[in-house]
């Protein structure tokens, strides 16, 4: 069964900083690229950052220079790095699978087919 889990959410003051960790299991790892995603109330869900199979990582212009996101396929981990926060950035954030395996990677929720609980990311300005 493939499940992806989220942590390290919270609350943080505009400019800081928080480190959120997609933890997954029940698929071979190594063969799919891993996206983040975020949905703030009343608005769609949108992309944020992308880590190919092969590594390459791939960002909304929104976060560009601020999130970073990285994977560690030796403990099944992608995380993402958030710096200079804003209160925009507020939203629940989610981590996916995309479907396919290898291949370039999409930022359209819907080539995403697996998607973990969220973890809520609050910045107070």
């Known amino acids: 069964e493939v499940q992806l889990v989220e942590s390290g959410g919270g609350l943080v003051q505009a400019g800081g900083s928080l480190r959120l960790s997609c933890a997954a299991s029940?698929?071979?790892?190594?063969?799919?690229?891993i996206s983040w995603f975020r949905q703030a109330p009343g608005k769609e869900r949108e992309f944020v950052a992308s880590?190919?199979?092969?590594?390459?990582?791939a960002y909304a212009d929104s976060v560009k220079g601020r999130f970073t996101i990285s994977r560690d396929n030796s403990k099944n981990t992608v995380a993402l790095q958030m710096n200079s926060l804003k209160a925009e950035d507020t939203a629940v954030y989610y981590c996916?699978?995309?479907?396919?395996?290898?291949?370039?990677?999409?930022?359209?929720?819907?080539?995403?087919?697996?998607w973990g609980q969220g973890t809520q990311v609050t910045v107070s300005s």
């Open positions: 996916a699978r995309q479907n396919r395996p290898y291949g370039s990677t999409s930022r359209s929720p819907g080539e995403y087919g697996y």
């Open positions: 029940g698929f071979t790892f190594d063969d799919y690229s």
């Open positions: 880590i190919s199979w092969s590594g390459g990582p």
